[in-house]
């Protein structure tokens, strides 16, 4: 008596879950076009060593202070890519001098995102450099070209597990967002 009363119910699940399953099937397979992401730590460095590349930060129209950049929180950018140069995005951290900056990514985790999708090692590689002002850095980037026009959503989020000090101020826990919405025009 039941599958008769609710016999409308099935004859609308058995027409609707194949139109379902098919469309989640297709949401899979379209992929959105993406830029050219370096895999080669060499080349990477080959690029930034000849100035080749410029910083997508640097592309921004917008500009926070540095007490902005220094606590935790959501900041957001809005930025124009042409492909003139490869677009490194990062996340960068300095301290006073090696063992400072050891100490502190003992407590800093790192993760980048395109499109939503977390960034892998495959695409994002580390460096570390010394600064103009003489600070130890270490940066987590991956090294863009050949962008589709289009829209994109990049977010570099590191996360603080506790209260750290680079040497010459404190930092408190939490997670320091970097949102960026990038434009490409052709």
């Known amino acids: 008596m039941s599958v008769v009363k609710n016999k409308p119910n099935l004859v ?3 027409v609707i879950m194949p139109f379902m399953l098919a469309c989640l099937y297709l949401e899979r397979m379209i992929q959105v076009p993406e830029p050219k ?21 640097s592309l921004a129209s917008e500009t926070y202070t540095e007490e902005q950049y220094a606590k935790p929180g959501d900041l957001k950018f809005t930025a124009n890519v042409t492909n003139e140069k490869p677009v490194l995005f990062s996340y960068g951290w300095c301290a006073k001098d090696q063992t400072i900056l050891q100490q502190n990514f003992g407590h ?3 993760v980048l995102y395109f499109n939503d999708a977390k ?8 460096f570390s450099y010394t600064s103009t002002d003489g600070q130890v850095c270490a940066e987590f980037g991956v090294l ?13 989020v590191a996360t603080f597990d506790e209260k750290i000090n680079d040497g010459f101020s404190d930092y408190d826990p939490g997670d ?5 919405d990038v434009s490409v025009n052709k």
């Open 176 to 180: 320091y967002i970097y949102n960026y």
């Open 37 to 57: 992401m370096e895999t080669n730590a060499d080349t990477v460095l080959e690029v930034l060593n000849a100035k080749g590349a410029v910083a997508l930060q």
């Open 12 to 14: 609308l699940l058995i």
């Open 119 to 126: 960034l892998g090692t495959d695409v994002v590689h580390d």
């Open 144 to 156: 863009m070209s050949e962008w589709p026009a289009g829209e994109y959503r990049l977010k570099a």
């Open 108 to 110: 800093i985790k790192v």
